[in-house]
Every structure is written in structure tokens, then in C-alpha cells.
């Protein structure tokens, strides 16, 4: 990817996970907008791409709060590489398999999180059941747009 | 193959740099670090904001055009009541001044207030923080309380704690790192609220002979370190049952201000040396 692009993508998605969550949380959710992205990155150019621009969102996410500095970027590169080894298992080119795959993931980010917060901050970071049960449905909401954004991208090289 | 080494190396790398970033908070090049990556992403967040902000007073601004010579009339004439009481109410502080000074009491440093807006908040973070758009520029100061408006009334939302060049992080009273000093009103008796990462607040501390009725009002405490004394915090609830192995009494209160009500704050600052000076 040509680095003045990679930047481009990397400030755009700061900026619409900011965006949504600070001005179109609804219910007191929003999507993990940086997971989903990761996730696919790391589906369609690997699991290489997928880790450093997961650790680099979870960086803005960090400093984003007064919690755990760290933590974010850890759980976020850890899924970037997880997802890049299951693509070699299976097709994740559909957008099915890839919301499942990010379905999953939510859940496994929440409770990745939880657990760096116990073994690091002594507490289980929990995030509520309403979160729990709703954000991996929000999250593949939003799969097909960056999907469809990964392939207009794409199409205008 | 190469591509498997290659993200291994990239795994061990990156969690080896997390990991150190978890372990080591307070280290150097840990503070320094976030320092910079705070001072990459800050702008992007406080400019959004201002961006977001004047896209959405657009279509307000010209009611609001229409409507502002009508207000600045009336808001002349309440503005000669308030120069009036103004001066008033400093005269009354300088003497409540000089009698603490007689009586050998200490006298409070006086503080002035800056008002923000929230720029920054997470789902997931509901009831822990946000981030406004005051920073050291504006004076901001660590621990510095952060107030909200509920009706007429001032109500306690958290304190700084951390500053940014224009941002702030506020720790709200719902978080389970926070606690004020506080005052139940009808039974005039001391507690110490504590947050619980949730909507709602707890005292404890109540002496166990209190009498407890819900509905009794929370105000910050005049040996609150951060807030000023008779601040409102909430209501009480709901009365914990007692426990036989503790010394105390428990209230849940709810917070005055709602966590989703937060969109502007004030922080309360120490008043800048020269404009004491002035008004001397």
C-alpha cells in the first residue's frame, strides 16, 4: 500500500470511530469501527498489514482514555494476526464469512480486554450486557460499508 | 513463508512494545510515548470537534440570528442587575475575607470558571470519562473540579486528570477511581461518595445510627479536597441494607447529572494572580 495512503486510511478511521461514537452512539452503543477495519485489512492484505495497523488504532484508542495504556493496541494487533492466519484456513473474500468472522471477533475483543485489565490493572474491564450482546450485530452492520469501501478504493487505482 | 516469518517477527515486536506499555506505566519512555501519540491524535479530535460543532449550528444559526437582538435586550437590562449584584457580592467576599482572616480561619483561593465542551466520549467508557476541549492553553489544571448545569443549578461531573495542550481528560464521579467528600442534607451527616463504573453513585461511610430517607439530597462536603462545599451530586435512592460486620451505613445515590446530559461542562480554575490584583 503506498504510504501517503496508508496514512490517509489510518487518519480517516480515527476519525469515523471518534465520529460515531462521540456524536452517533445509539442506545449508548457504537460500532468497534477500528476492529471491523482490522479484521478486514488483515482478511484482504494479510495478516502483516492487519497487526501494524492494529496496533497503531489501538495506540489512538489508548490515548484516547485514562485506562490502561497499551491494552487496545495488544488486543487490536493480537486480532489482526488471528485473522490473518484463519484466512489461510478459510475464504474470507465473502462478506458472510467475514461478518461472522467479525461477530466473533467482538466478543473475543471484549473479553481479551477484560483480561488484560485483570492481569494488568486488577480488575475485569466489563463492558456491560448490553454492549456485550449488541456490538457484534452493529459491527457486522457495518462490514458490508467497508467492504464497499475496500473495493471502491480498489477500483480507483 | 516469508510472510509467516515476517509477521512473526512483527507479533513479538509489537506485543514485546505492549506489553512494556501495560507493565511499565509510569516509566519514562512509556509517558513519553503516549505524550506523542496524544499530541498526534489531540488535533484531529479538537479540530473534529469545531468542525462537527459549526456543521450543526448551521441551520440553528439563522433562527438563532433572528432571535438574538430580541435577547440581547433583555439580556442588557438583566446584565445592569448583575454588574449591580456583582459588586454587591464582591463586597460581601472581601468581608468574609477579612473576618476568616480575624477569626484566624483559612480563607479559600478563589477560582474562575472556563466553560468546555465534551469532544470525546466512548460507549464503553459510558460512566468512566470524556475528553473536552480546555487544556493547559485555557489554564486547566490537574485535579481541577468539572461542573454541569441541571436547571439552575451547578451539579459535580468529575475532575481533570489529564491535560493536554487543548484537551482534558475528566474522570466522572462514576468512575470506580473516583470519590468526593459529601453531605447528606437532611440528616446533615458526612460520607464519602464512590463511583462503581456505573449510572449510579454510592455513599458510604453514613454513621450506622443515621437515619436514612430516599429522595435525601448530596451535596459536596466543605472538607471536599477538589470541589467547593455545598455542590449538588444527586439523590439518594435506594438505602443498602445493613451489614452486621460493618460500622457503616450505604445509599445509593443518583448522579444529578445524567452520564448522556454531559455535552458541556465547567471547570473551575484558580483565578489568574493579575485579575485578583484587578478587582482589588
Known amino acids: 500500500m503506498n504510504p501517503l495512503r496508508g496514512i490517509a486510511v489510518f487518519l480517516a478511521a480515527a476519525f469515523i470511530q471518534w465520529w460515531w461514537s462521540t456524536h452517533f452512539s445509539f442506545g449508548g452503543l457504537s460500532p468497534q469501527v477500528l476492529l471491523v477495519l482490522t479484521v478486514v485489512l488483515a482478511a484482504r492484505l494479510g495478516q502483516n498489514l492487519g497487526m501494524c495497523y492494529g496496533f497503531f488504532w489501538g495506540l489512538f484508542l489508548d490515548a484516547m482514555h485514562p485506562q490502561l495504556f497499551g491494552a487496545d493496541a495488544l488486543v487490536l494487533m493480537l486480532a489482526g494476526y488471528g485473522v490473518g492466519i484463519l484466512r489461510r484456513q478459510i475464504d474470507l473474500a465473502d462478506i458472510l464469512p467475514l461478518s461472522m468472522v467479525v461477530f466473533l471477533a467482538t466478543w473475543l475483543y471484549f473479553l481479551a480486554q477484560g483480561l488484560v485489565s485483570l492481569a494488568f490493572a486488577r480488575t475485569f474491564l466489563w463492558i456491560g450486557w448490553r454492549p456485550w450482546v449488541a456490538d457484534p450485530f452493529y459491527n457486522c452492520l457495518f462490514v458490508p460499508a467497508a467492504a464497499v469501501c475496500w473495493e471502491w478504493t480498489r477500483a480507483q487505482r | 513463508m516469508r510472510e509467516i516469518r515476517i509477521s512473526n517477527y512483527i507479533l513479538a515486536v509489537f506485543s514485546a512494545l505492549a506489553l512494556f506499555l501495560l507493565s511499565l506505566p509510569l516509566a519514562a519512555p512509556v509517558r513519553a510515548l503516549k505524550a506523542c501519540v496524544i499530541y498526534l491524535c489531540d488535533p484531529m479530535v479538537y479540530y473534529g470537534a469545531q468542525g462537527v460543532g459549526r456543521l450543526a449550528d448551521v441551520p440553528t444559526g439563522l433562527a438563532r440570528l433572528m432571535s438574538a437582538d430580541m435577547e440581547n435586550q433583555r439580556l442588557r437590562a438583566e446584565l445592569q442587575n448583575a454588574l449591580w449584584r456583582g459588586s454587591e457580592l464582591e463586597a460581601l467576599r472581601a468581608e468574609n475575607q477579612r473576618l476568616s482572616q480575624a477569626l484566624g480561619l483559612k480563607v479559600p483561593g478563589r477560582r474562575e470558571a472556563l466553560w468546555a465542551d465534551t469532544i470525546e466520549r466512548d460507549p464503553l467508557h459510558w460512566y468512566n470519562s470524556v475528553i473536552v476541549n480546555a487544556g493547559a492553553r485555557q489554564g486547566v489544571a490537574l485535579n481541577a473540579p468539572v461542573l454541569g448545569v441541571q436547571g439552575d443549578a451547578l451539579v459535580v461531573v468529575g475532575r481533570i486528570t489529564e491535560v493536554r495542550r487543548d484537551a482534558a481528560v475528566v474522570l466522572l464521579a462514576t468512575d470506580e477511581a473516583s470519590s468526593i467528600a459529601a453531605v447528606l442534607s437532611t440528616a446533615a451527616v458526612e460520607g464519602l461518595v464512590q463511583g462503581d463504573g456505573g449510572p449510579t453513585l454510592r455513599m458510604n461511610y453514613l454513621p450506622p445510627e443515621t ?18 462545599p455545598g455542590i449538588f451530586i444527586g439523590r439518594a435512592i ?36 493579575s485579575s485578583i490584583e484587578e478587582v482589588r
Do not use: C, K, W, Y
Open chain 2, 211 to 228: 437515619e436514612l430517607r430516599l429522595g435525601d439530597r448530596v451535596f459536596t462536603s466543605p472538607t471536599s479536597a477538589t470541589f467547593p
Open chain 2, 238 to 273: 435506594s438505602i443498602n441494607p445493613r451489614d452486621p460486620f460493618l460500622t457503616f451505613q450505604s445509599v445509593e445515590v443518583e448522579p444529578a447529572l445524567g452520564a448522556a446530559m454531559l455535552h458541556r461542562v465547567m471547570i473551575l480554575r484558580p483565578e489568574a494572580r
